[in-house]
Nanobody, 115 residues
Framework: QVQFVESGGGLVQPGGSLRLSCAAS????????MGWYRQPPGKQRELVAT???????NYADSVKGRFTISRDNAKKTVYLQMNSLKPEDTAVYYC?????????WGQGTQVTVSS
């Protein structure tokens, strides 16, 4: 059984930082694309950032220059460093991982940016 466990969400003031992690566990041999998505209150889920197996990254325009996606293949983990957070970044953040066992989502972690 494969699981994707997220951590690192919480409440932060505008301008603050958070680092999200998503670790894959189970009988995964190879991990391909990894990404982060978010779902703001009352809105649809949207792309935040993705990273390929070769390390190429892609970001939504709204987070460029503020967020950084990275991965540790040995730990089967993807990270999202979020700086200069804004109230509009408030959302449930989900990781999405493609592996040799298929595609899966994390359980979601709440990020709230408020003073």
């Amino acid at each position: 059984q494969v699981q994707f466990v997220e951590s690192g969400g919480g409440l932060v003031q505008p301008g603050g930082s958070l680092r999200l992690s998503c670790a894959a566990s189970g009988s995964i041999f190879s991990i391909y694309h990894m990404g982060w998505y978010r779902q703001p209150p009352g809105k649809q889920r949207e792309l935040v950032a993705t990273i390929t197996s070769g390390g190429a990254t892609n970001y939504a325009d709204s987070v460029k220059g503020r967020f950084t996606i990275s991965r540790d293949n040995a730990k089967k983990t993807v990270y999202l460093q979020m700086n200069s957070l804004k109230p509009e970044d408030t959302a449930v953040y989900y990781c999405k991982i493609y592996s040799d066992l298929g595609m899966g989502w994390g359980q979601g972690t709440q990020v709230t940016v408020s003073s």
